[in-house]
């Protein structure tokens, strides 16, 4: 069965920086967009970042722009969020989503989450 394993979450200082991967499993990788997404306590889940099948397209929400980075590693089924200059208000839990062939769809699988915490 499909499987998205999401890794790298922690507790980090404001300012500093979090590399997330999100291993895929299950699925022909290349056939996927894939996408971050964050929930917050009390909060809708909400988008982060996305990528293309290749990694020749991305997109972001503002408030992550200049900070966090989406890349993805065809070969490994791997995608990864780097986080930089992170803020006490990125803590959340943050979730991969794989999208058959378009972000433009809506996810057709997602993972279990990896939790941030950024302390001021």
């Known amino acids: 069965q499909v499987q998205l394993v999401e890794s790298g979450g922690g507790l980090v200082q404001a300012g500093g920086s979090l590399r997330l991967s999100c291993a895929a499993s299950?699925?022909?990788?290349?056939?996927?967009?894939m996408g971050w997404f964050r929930q917050a306590p009390g909060k809708e889940r909400e988008f982060v970042a996305g990528i293309n099948w290749s990694g020749s397209s991305t997109n972001y929400v503002d408030f992550v722009k200049g900070r966090f980075t989406i890349s993805r590693d065809n070969a490994k089924n791997t995608v990864y969020l780097q986080m930089n200059s992170l803020k006490p208000e990125d803590t959340a839990v943050y979730c991969c989503?794989?999208?058959?062939?378009?972000?433009?769809?809506?996810?057709?699988?997602w993972g279990q989450g990896t939790q941030v915490t950024v302390s001021s």
């Open positions: 299950g699925l022909t990788f290349i056939n996927y967009a």
């Open positions: 989503a794989a999208y058959y062939l378009s972000l433009t769809r809506a996810p057709s699988y």
